[in-house]
């Protein structure tokens, strides 16, 4: 398994929850790491990006000003902290790791493999589920 996600959970509106991503030493060394989510019914779409080489941040707008993703070296782990969660955040979150410079991309499928813009996306983990529901 290259990236292994958890935190999932059901929390209320208003509420926080921190999902981590540990990632094997190949997939850690993706030029950028990412949070994504797939609520049912809907394309998959990117909620956060981090690149390696400065740290630097990509929010899609929907979650700017309340998610904020991080990573830890060491651990080789990605964090995604979301606050004031809205039911509209209820999706499965996906971390992924790829050499794109994160931005608004939209998400496809074809033969079988996700594409993150033109990049076909090499590292995926196996999702964890956010429900935001009172």
Known sequence: VQLQASGGGLVQPGGSLKLSCVASERAFASYAMGWFRQATGKEREIVAAITKNDGSTYYTDAVKGRFTISGHNASKTV???MNSLR???????YCAGFQSKPGPFSVSMSRGYYYYGVERVPYWGQGTQV???S
């Open 79 to 81: 964090y995604l902290q």
């Open 87 to 93: 039911p509209e955040d209820t999706a499965v979150y």
């Open 131 to 133: 429900t935001v529901s």
